[in-house]
T-cell receptor, first 112, second 114 residues
Framework: GEDVEQSLFLSVREGDSSVINCTYT??????LYWYKQEPGAGLQLLTY?????DMKQDQRLTVLLNKKDKHLSLRIADTQTGDSAIYFC????????????FGQGTILTVHP | DVKVTQSSRYLVKRTGEKVFLECVQD?????MFWYRQDPGLGLRLIYF???????EKGDIPEGYSVSREKKERFSLILESASTNQTSMYLC?????????????FGQGTRLTVV
């Protein structure tokens, strides 16, 4: 079955880069996502990558996918205090009615 | 502005009570989901529905049931609430498509069972 793993905590200084890592087990995953949850809120989609891509860049966000190692990472450049949140990695397959399997979530804390 | 609305932000219920959590979406999405969120465990899928009156078990369906009588509404039912069901419950909806589609989430319902 599907399994997605993340480290639970990351602490960085404002202005530094943050790298959040994720591993997954299902090699048939078609899409991989990063969601952000701010305190007291639901989840918001940050970015996604197709499994046939290696990298995707979107402003301050860079997603890297290593299919061989089943490893996904999210890099946030110039991290700001407003980036403090929980970040979830998720996967889905095109045949799964859009069902998403989530990791445990990484709590990112940005210090001034 | 797209919306997924959960009926309550906070609920406190007694052990053994029957609990209804309601979710409504205004985007005409086919698929709706109920997750529970616990610290260190992430989001775990309880049930999902891909059409009216259709439902599928997720990873942790025990102790829960669901109802989808109308396309826009998906209800989660705790038949007899227990303290281990104290959690944050998140509803989501998503359009079916051959390409990636975004899942939209409600604000969550924090349920405490005492």
């Amino acid at each position: 079955g599907e399994d997605v793993e993340q480290s639970l905590f990351l602490s960085v200084r404002e202005g530094d880069s943050s790298v959040i890592n994720c591993t997954y087990t299902d090699s048939s995953s078609t899409y991989l996502y990063w969601y952000k949850q701010e305190p007291g809120a639901g989840l918001q989609l940050l970015t996604y990558i197709f499994s046939n891509m290696d990298m995707k860049q979107d402003q301050r966000l860079t997603v890297l996918l290593n299919k061989k190692d089943k490893h996904l990472s999210l890099r946030i450049a110039d991290t700001q205090t407003g980036d403090s949140a929980i970040y979830f990695c998720a996967e889905s397959m095109s045949t799964s009615y859009g069902k998403l399997t989530f990791g445990q979530g990484t709590i990112l804390t940005v210090h001034p | 502005d797209v919306k997924v609305t959960q009926s309550s932000r906070y609920l406190v219920k007694r052990t053994g009570e029957k609990v209804f959590l309601e979710c409504v979406q205004d985007m005409d999405h086919e698929n709706m989901f109920w997750y529970r969120q616990d610290p260190g465990l992430g989001l775990r899928l309880i049930y999902f529905s891909y059409d009216v009156k259709m439902k599928e078990k997720g990873d942790i369906p025990e102790g829960y049931s669901v109802s989808r009588e109308k396309k826009e509404r998906f209800s989660l039912i705790l038949e007899s609430a227990s303290t281990n069901q104290t959690s944050m419950y998140l509803c989501a909806s998503r359009r079916t498509g051959p390409f990636v589609t975004e899942a939209f989430f409600g604000q969550g319902t924090r349920l405490t069972v005492v």
